[in-house]
């Protein structure tokens, strides 16, 4: 079965505003990652945050990490009509040499 | 980070046929893998594929239904056997990143439809 929910399932803001989405795990992992997919293509990866790390940052975007709750957030801010695309967590799980992907969230940035 | 290339880019087949898809990598990797999109859907891993072993498949994946060859450190197959429509998803292969954390990069995807 998934590894990650994530929610929303979809997302529909205004350009400029800031998104959030949320994914939660089950199990132990290493890190925690995401993605993002334009129109059924390949996933680029956007960030990685490890199990020791509460906070990260990379231009627009801020991940969060809370391993009591299993839990994640992928904030975009200043959001632009560029960022419409889906975007997935993946977990990377202790003792497995693989990565587990949540449902996605499909983020749509209206101009 | 690596260039990942897939062929065909996309397919319409007729059931019962089978389809290889090819995976090349801009450099040598350890671990390939395997991923089914089905549409709307998240990535469902299919496979491992390690040069110069089986590969390893996931529950629900069997060998037969979805062959896999590596015969080198670039390269890798994925056959989808007596294909159904059913099938039809996409089908992506990615590779670790040198860096290490499990980072994957994704080919650009194959889509197929099978009818």
């Known amino acids: 079965s998934q590894q990650g929910e994530e929610d929303p399932q979809a997302l529909s803001i205004q350009e400029g505003e800031n998104a959030t989405m949320n994914c939660s795990y089950k199990?132990?992992?290493?890190?925690l990652q995401w993605y993002r997919q334009n129109s059924g293509r390949g996933l680029v990866h956007l960030i990685l945050?490890?199990?020791?790390?509460r906070e990260k940052h990379s231009g627009r975007l801020r991940v969060t990490l809370d391993t009591s709750k299993k839990s994640s957030s992928l904030l975009i801010t200043a959001s632009r009509a560029a960022d419409t695309a889906s975007y997935f967590c993946a977990t990377d799980l202790k003792g497995a040499q693989k990565l587990v992907f949540g449902q996605g969230t499909r983020l749509t940035i209206n101009p | 980070s690596a260039v990942i290339s897939q062929k065909p880019s996309r397919d319409i087949c007729q059931r019962g046929t089978s389809l290889t898809i090819q995976c090349q990598v801009d450099s040598q990797v350890t671990m390939m893998f395997w991923y089914r999109q089905q549409p709307g859907q998240s990535l469902t891993l299919i496979a491992t594929a390690n040069q110069g072993s089986e590969a390893t498949y996931e529950s629900g994946f069997v060998i037969d239904k979805f062959p896999i060859s590596r015969p080198n450190l670039t390269f890798s197959t994925l056959t989808v056997s007596n294909m159904s429509p059913e099938d039809s998803s996409i089908y992506l292969c990615s590779v670790d990143s040198v860096g290490g954390g499990n980072t994957q990069y994704f080919g650009p995807g194959t889509r197929l439809t099978v009818l």
């Open positions: 945050i490890r199990s020791n790390e």
């Open positions: 199990t132990s992992i290493n890190n």
